[in-house]
């Protein structure tokens, strides 16, 4: 059964750094494989937002325009995990981070939650001083 599992969330000041990962078991990091492996955040009562993702079709990376330059995705195909390493953070970072793993998607990363079919339990982020 494939299984996404997030961690290294946790409390951070203003301008602080995390890096979050997300192993994924049931399902390995094949480069001949179709699939695209990302990163959501949600905050209560909004919306689920697109972080940042990588496609294995074209190793392309995506990130919403908050968190570039400040937020970098990275992968280790040996271990089956994927990371998240975010600088500078800030207060309105503060957020539920979820992994997601999409398995039909060929082209390059995206940030649409209907490219993603399973989804992690998620992780707490807070950035506070």
């Known amino acids: 059964q494939l299984q996404l599992v997030e961690s290294g969330g946790g409390l951070v000041q203003p301008g602080g750094s995390l890096r979050l990962s997300c192993a994924a078991s049931?399902?390995?990091?094949?480069?001949?494989?179709?699939?695209?492996i990302g990163w959501f955040r949600q905050v209560p009562g909004k919306e689920r937002e697109g972080v940042s993702s990588?496609?294995?079709?074209?190793?392309?990376?995506a990130y919403a325009d908050s968190v570039k330059g400040r937020f970098t995705i990275s992968r280790d195909n040996a271990k089956n995990t994927v990371y998240l390493q975010m600088n500078s953070l800030k207060p309105e970072d503060t957020a539920v981070y979820y992994c997601?793993?999409?398995?039909?998607?060929?082209?390059?990363?995206?940030?649409?939650?209907?490219?993603?079919?399973?989804w992690g339990q998620g992780t707490q982020v807070t950035v506070s001083s």
């Open positions: 049931g399902f390995t990091f094949d480069y001949h494989r179709i699939y695209v």
């Open positions: 997601a793993l999409g398995l039909k998607w060929g082209g390059p990363a995206g940030l649409r939650d209907d490219q993603y079919d399973y």
């Open positions: 990588i496609s294995n079709s074209d190793s392309s990376t």
